[in-house]
C-alpha cells in the first residue's frame, strides 16, 4: 500500500461462465463490472473444445480485451477471469491470473480470491519433493497439491487439494469440460452463483451478473463446491462444516454498493451503519453532513437521514485520476489528495460539517481532507467513521500494512483525532456495527462475521506467521499472499 492510497485493497475479483457462445466477451464485461476488486491486472482463459486459451496483461480490463485481435482469439463456451491487485508493488506477468497448467487429465486453469495462511509452509514441503514454482503466488500451491493426487477427475484431484489448505479463499477453475467454484469453509470472501439463459455463472459479487443481464441466484454457501457442466449445476459439500465467518469489511468498504451478499444490499448496510453511528455519537451542533467520496456516501446519508441534517456534497472528487498519475515524484506525491478531492468552498465556507469516511487507514488522507475543509472557511470539522478502528493486519486477502502501521493500533482516538486536526473523532463501536448488519451484538463466543482487522481475533490459524514470529526461515509472507 503506498502512503498516498491511504485506503484497504481487496486483492482480487473472479468469474466464470459455462455454457455460452460469447463466453470470453461476457467475462470481459463481468470483470469490468469487478474492476474495483483489482486494478493492476487482469486475466482470461478459455476453451473451445479442443484447446485452452490464455490472455493475462498488467492492465486495466478495458485496455487488456480492448484489441479485437486479443478478443477473436479467446474462443469458446466456458471461461474464467480474474482481476488482480497486488500486495508487493511489482505487478509480474507470471503472477497474473488464472494460472494455466498441463495435469494428467489436461489442461486446468485457476484463478483465486483470497489468502492460504499456510501456503509458505506448504510451499517449503513442495519444493523439498521437487516442485518447481513459476511464480510467487499463493494459488500455484493448489496446482502443484492437484498434481500430486492419485486421484483421476479434476473435481476429486481439487477437493484432496485444498484439504491441506488453510485459509481465506473464493476460487474458480476449469478444465475442459466444466467450470468450478469453491469458497472456504468459513465463507470469508464472496463469491455468487448466477444464470443467462442456458449458462451458468460464478462471480465475486452479484453486480458482474447486472451488467451482463443475468440472473442472480444466490450465494454460494460457505464449504461448498459449485461444479457447472453439460448436464447443469451440481452441488457438492467435501469439507468439515465451521461456522461462517464472512468479513464484514466487503459490506463497509470492499464490495460495490449496487452489489448484494448474503442476502443482503450492500448499499443498505452501508446507510445502516451511518445511521448506527449517528445514534452512537451523535454531533447535532453541526450544519451539514459531508461524504467522502466515494466510499462514504452512503454511510453519509444513514447519518444524515438519522440525524436530521442536511446532506451535502462537500467534497467533489475528480474521477479522472489514475493511481500511476499521482506517484511519479515526491514533488508531487503530497498533492495526490488535491488531484483526487477538491472542497467545494460555497458550500463549506461558514459550516460547522461532519465528514463520514468509512475507515482511517495511516490517517494521512484524512489529515488532508480536514485541512481541506478548514482552508474552505469550515468553522468546525467533526470526523465519524462507519468502522471501528483497524487496529490489526488482514491475513485473509486483503491488502493491508503491517500492524504496527496501522493509526489505531498506535494511537487512541484522542491521538488520532489531535493527529488528524479534527474538532471530534468518533467510530461506530463493533456492537453497532453488528447492530446494522440485523444482530443484537457481537457474539463474542461465536462470532457472526470475520471482523479480525478490528478484533484481532482471526478465524483461521495463522501458520506461516506464527512459524515467521518463531523464527522460521521462511521468505516475505507477504509476497505470498494471492496477488
Known amino acids: 500500500m503506498n502512503e498516498s492510497d491511504d485506503k484497504f485493497h481487496d486483492e482480487c475479483g473472479v468469474f466464470g461462465i459455462y455454457g455460452h457462445d460469447d463466453a ?66 511489482e505487478t509480474s506477468t507470471r503472477n497474473i491470473q488464472p494460472l494455466y497448467a498441463d495435469l494428467a487429465f489436461g489442461g486446468f486453469a485457476i484463478a483465486h480470491n483470497g489468502n492460504l495462511t499456510n501456503a509458505t509452509t506448504l510451499r ?11 511464480s510467487t503466488s499463493d494459488t500455484e500451491v493448489i496446482v502443484h497439491l492437484m498434481a500430486l493426487s492419485a486421484q483421476k477427475m479434476p473435481v476429486d484431484k481439487l477437493i484432496e487439494a485444498l484439504k491441506p489448505v488453510k485459509g481465506a479463499y473464493s476460487l474458480i ?42 440472473e442472480f441466484i444466490r450465494d454460494v454457501e460457505p ?104 506517484q511519479p515524484s515526491d514533488s508531487i506525491r503530497h498533492l495526490g489528495v488535491k488531484m483526487k478531492h477538491n472542497a467545494n468552498r460555497a458550500l463549506i465556507a461558514g459550516k460547522k460539517i461532519v465528514l463520514v469516511d468509512d475507515s482511517i487507514v495511516r490517517g494521512t488522507t484524512s489529515k488532508k481532507i480536514v485541512d481541506m475543509m478548514r482552508k474552505a472557511g469550515a468553522t468546525e470539522v467533526h470526523m465519524r467513521v462507519s468502522s471501528p478502528p483497524s487496529i490489526h493486519s488482514c491475513f485473509y486477502g486483503i491488502d493491508t500494512p503491517k500492524s504496527e502501521a496501522l493509526l489505531a493500533h498506535q494511537k487512541s482516538v484522542e491521538d488520532i483525532r489531535e493527529f488528524i486536526g479534527a474538532d471530534s473523532l468518533a467510530y461506530v463501536t463493533i456492537d ?51 496477488k
Open 24 to 89: 470470453a466477451t461476457l467475462t470481459m464485461l463481468g470483470l469490468h463490472a469487478l474492476q474495483h476488486r483489482g486494478q493492476e491486472a487482469t486475466g482470461m482463459a478459455c476453451f473451445d473444445g479442443h484447446d485452452f486459451h490464455v490472455h493475462r496483461a498488467a492492465e486495466m480490463v478495458g485496455k487488456a480485451y480492448g484489441d479485437p485481435a486479443v478478443m477473436a482469439q479467446l474462443k469458446g463456451s466456458l471461461a474464467i477471469g480474474h482481476n488482480r491487485y497486488s500486495t508487493t508493488g
Open 124 to 134: 517449503t514441503d513442495l519444493v523439498q519433493k521437487g516442485a518447481l514454482f513459476q
Open 173 to 214: 477453475a476449469c478444465a475442459k469440460d466444466q467450470v468450478i467454484g469453491v469458497r472456504d469453509p468459513h465463507g470469508i470472501r464472496p463469491l455468487v452463483l448466477g444464470r443467462l439463459g442456458d449458462a451458468h455463472i460464478l462471480a465475486s459479487e452479484s453486480c458482474a451478473l447486472d451488467i451482463i443481464g443475468a
Open 223 to 326: 464449504g461448498e463446491m459449485i461444479v457447472l457442466d453439460a448436464e447443469g449445476v451440481h452441488s457438492k459439500r467435501p469439507f468439515e462444516k465451521v461456522s461462517p465467518r464472512f468479513c464484514i469489511f466487503e459490506y463497509i468498504y470492499f464490495a460495490r454498493p449496487d452489489s448484494v451478499m448474503d442476502g443482503k444490499s450492500v448499499y443498505e448496510m452501508r446507510k445502516n451503519i451511518g445511521a448506527e453511528l449517528a445514534r452512537e455519537a451523535p454531533c447535532t451542533e453541526a450544519d451539514i453532513i459531508v461524504p467522502v467520496p466515494d466510499s462514504g456516501v452512503p454511510a453519509a446519508i444513514g447519518f444524515a437521514e438519522a440525524s436530521n441534517l442536511p446532506f451535502e456534497l462537500g467534497i467533489i472528487r475528480s474521477h479522472y485520476i489514475g493511481r500511476t498519475f499521482i
Open 432 to 482: 453497532g456495527l453488528y447492530r446494522a448488519a440485523g444482530e443484537t451484538a457481537r457474539n463474542n463466543d461465536q462470532p457472526q462475521y470475520c471482523d479480525a482487522c478490528f478484533t484481532g481475533d482471526y478465524a483461521i490459524e495463522l501458520t506461516d506467521y506464527e512459524n515467521h514470529k518463531a523464527g522460521a526461515k521462511v521468505t516475505d509472507l507477504r509476497e505470498h499472499r494471492n
